[in-house]
């Protein structure tokens, strides 16, 4: 049996079936795609206190694997890009991502950053290393009420000052592009790659909308408009 097979003969036995807290070693390690670990994880999770947290984390683990790895070649792509750069430190920040999250909803967006990333390495459309972390971020300090927001108004490119437009922008997916008689906020590039490669993904049922060719004005500190 391959090691990928033997990688999801653990996921899809093991993962669901007990509790267990979080071991820094084990679980850089499973990210990083080694069989071993994950069972190794498993049991050393497996009799522990606070089970609920931690069953909760290994389930987000798990999906997240499952996920990202449905086939043998995102298996092996999925150890190729954490290993770019410091291997350890990123899969540290995958962890505490998906530790982090609240919702089964948002550790999809992660799945599909991930394969994003994946399709990036593979040198197809998708988002590189370093929109890749920033995504992340978004991913676990967004509200679901404001993903639902950009989700129903990007195509729309400008819009009316209201909350979510405020905590948009602190993400990074808003900016503000006046400031006279009415406040309008305008999604960023950043709001269409994140709409496109983290919200949508593989969603046939949510419609793809491009990125428009010019973007509107963007007001600075001293509420002169300048040039996103």
């Keep these: 049996m391959s090691v990928f097979l033997d990688f999801m003969k653990v996921l899809k036995t093991n993962g669901s079936k007990e509790y267990m807290i979080e071991c820094s070693k084990y679980a850089i390690k ?6 071993e670990s994950l069972e190794q994880l498993i049991k050393m999770l497996s009799n522990a206190p606070a089970f609920y947290k931690n069953n909760m984390f290994i389930m987000k683990l798990q999906n997240f694997l499952l996920g990202t790895c449905t086939e043998e070649s995102y298996y092996r ?8 750069g410091d291997q350890t ?5 995958i962890l505490d991502c998906l530790d982090a999250l609240e919702t089964e909803r948002k550790v999809t967006y992660v799945v599909n950053a991930t394969r994003s990333w994946i399709r990036f390495h593979r040198g197809m459309a998708g988002i590189n290393k370093g929109q890749y972390f920033r995504v992340l971020y978004i991913i676990k300090n967004i509200l679901l009420e404001d993903i639902e927001f950009l989700t129903d108004k990007i195509k729309l490119g400008e819009v009316s000052d209201s909350d979510s437009c405020v905590a948009l922008e602190s993400l990074g997916l808003m900016y503000i592009t006046t400031s006279d008689k009415e406040v309008k906020y305008a999604f960023s590039p950043l709001a ?14 949510l419609s793809k909308v491009e990125e428009p060719s010019e973007f509107p004005m963007k007001m600075d500190m001293g509420t002169k408009i300048v040039e996103f």
Aim: charge should be negative; avoid cysteine; aromatic fraction near 10%.
């Design 30 to 35: 499973t990210i990083q795609g080694d069989a």
């Design 77 to 84: 792509d999925l150890s190729d890009i954490i290993a770019d």
């Design 89 to 93: 430190a990123n899969a540290e920040r």
């Design 192 to 205: 269409y790659i994140f709409y496109e490669e983290v919200i949508r993904g593989d969603d046939e049922e």
